[in-house]
């Protein structure tokens, strides 16, 4: 399995199309790549396969609504403020 599974030049894929958006303001399009002929296809394969029997951390939370339902009975001390952080809008405050 290792020999089949090992890649010593995988490279990432070429963007083969653009699909757009239609709802979203601020992305445009969404890539569309074809990794079929990619060597790393047959790992990528491999890993999709065997991700359900990974055990995933206590702190994976799937979706919004998993995280209202988990948030539903928590206590949160006086001391402590609960945030969420956008990724995308964080870096746009750091200057270089």
Request: proline share 3%.
């Amino acid at each position: 399995m290792y020999k089949k599974l090992y890649c010593s030049d995988g490279i990432f894929p070429e963007v083969q199309n653009l699909l757009p958006k239609i709802l979203k303001e601020r992305s445009l399009f969404r890539i569309i790549i074809s990794s079929i002929d990619n060597p790393l296809y047959l790992l990528a394969s491999f890993l999709h396969i065997i991700k359900d029997n990974v055990l995933k951390s206590y702190s994976h939370i799937d979706n919004s609504f998993k995280l209202v339902e988990k948030l539903n009975d928590f206590y949160l001390n006086n001391n402590y403020s609960l945030i969420s952080l956008d990724a995308i809008s964080l870096f746009t405050n750091i200057s270089f």
